[in-house]
């Protein structure tokens, strides 16, 4: 019966693949767990502080904005990583939220280098930029939950076929409780699906399907958890071993083993 179970949820996802319509994998994510899932990442990447809304990271050539810490460009630069202000903006101003006029008048990072960026955080457009921000936390918390959503049928579609019971199987597992969605959510947000060719060291990806494919089998609940820290931990240093030394990397580590320990 278990086997029948896990075909059907196989079978599910590899019909919304080919584009049709398909149950979700998870639960319905309600507005108050998107809530507090958002609150956590706000912790996570902010502090939970109003200033850490408008970041930009020592070693880094863009802005890290909002509680997910959204990833903003200057025109025409190019980096490795996923730019996904634009994408929160876009999500933001859909659902009602009234854009500052720094986000209307600017559809790239008007703020060319980290020095500029800090000594204008006085200025009235990054205190509108900061106040805005603030003021829509809880629909934040609704965009990074629908990134999770829509996760799964990306990984499956960027990995061998031998491989997609095992992965629907490791993802349900930790889905079996709302710290685990929680978990998923903050993963997916924090590095992203793992399917993007970009974003690659030496060919080895960072992302939620490299961390899936170094779990083990386990049952469902705690112990899924358990092991998704660990092998998020793992994948982590992965990354930090293959990255450019010029980036140091090394430096966030603590951080990041922190963060992966929320998910136990």
């Known amino acids: 019966m278990k086997n029948s179970?896990?075909?059907?949820?196989?079978?599910?996802?590899?019909?919304?693949?080919?584009?049709?319509?398909?149950?979700?994998?998870?639960?319905?994510?309600?507005?108050?767990q998107a809530g507090e899932i958002g609150k956590q990442i706000w912790r996570n990447e902010c502090g939970g502080t109003v200033s850490g809304l408008t970041s930009w990271n020592v070693g880094e050539d863009f802005p890290s904005l909002g509680i997910c810490h959204a990833i903003w460009y200057r025109h025409g630069q190019r980096?490795?990583?996923?730019?996904?202000?634009p994408l929160l903006v876009a999500y933001l101003k859909q659902h009602g939220a009234e854009l500052p006029d720094v986000l209307i008048k600017n559809r790239h990072n008007?703020?060319?280098?980290?020095?500029?960026?800090?000594?204008?955080?006085d200025d009235p457009d990054m205190v509108a930029l900061r106040n805005f921000l603030h003021d829509t936390i809880g629909l934040?918390?609704?965009?990074?939950?629908?990134?999770?959503?829509?996760?799964?049928?990306?990984?499956?579609?960027?990995?061998?076929?031998?491989?997609?019971?095992?992965?629907?199987?490791?993802f349900q597992s930790v889905a079996a409780t709302p710290?685990?969605?929680?978990?998923?959510?903050d993963y997916v947000n924090f590095k992203g699906e793992g399917v993007r060719e970009e974003e690659r060291y030496h060919g080895q990806g960072w992302g939620l399907l490299q961390v899936l494919q170094e779990m083990g089998d386990t049952p469902p609940g705690a112990p899924a958890r358990q092991e998704f820290s660990r092998a998020a931990v793992s994948v982590l240093k992965r990354r930090i071993a293959n990255s450019p030394p010029a980036r140091g990397d090394q430096r966030w580590l603590a951080g990041w083993e922190k963060r992966c320990l929320t998910y136990r």
């Not at 959503?149 to 491989?163: M, N």
């Not at 710290?179 to 959510?185: E, F, N, P, S």
């Open 5 to 32: 179970i896990n075909l059907k949820i196989l079978g599910a996802f590899l019909c919304a693949i080919a584009g049709a319509r398909a149950a979700p994998l998870l639960p319905v994510i309600s507005d108050q």
């Open 79 to 85: 980096e490795k990583f996923l730019e996904s202000f």
């Open 110 to 121: 008007p703020w060319p280098t980290r020095g500029q960026f800090l000594a204008a955080r």
């Open 140 to 170: 934040q918390g609704r965009f990074v939950a629908g990134r999770l959503e829509q996760a799964l049928p990306k990984i499956l579609a960027g990995a061998p076929a031998d491989s997609h019971a095992a992965l629907t199987m490791r």
């Open 179 to 185: 710290r685990g969605i929680y978990a998923l959510v």
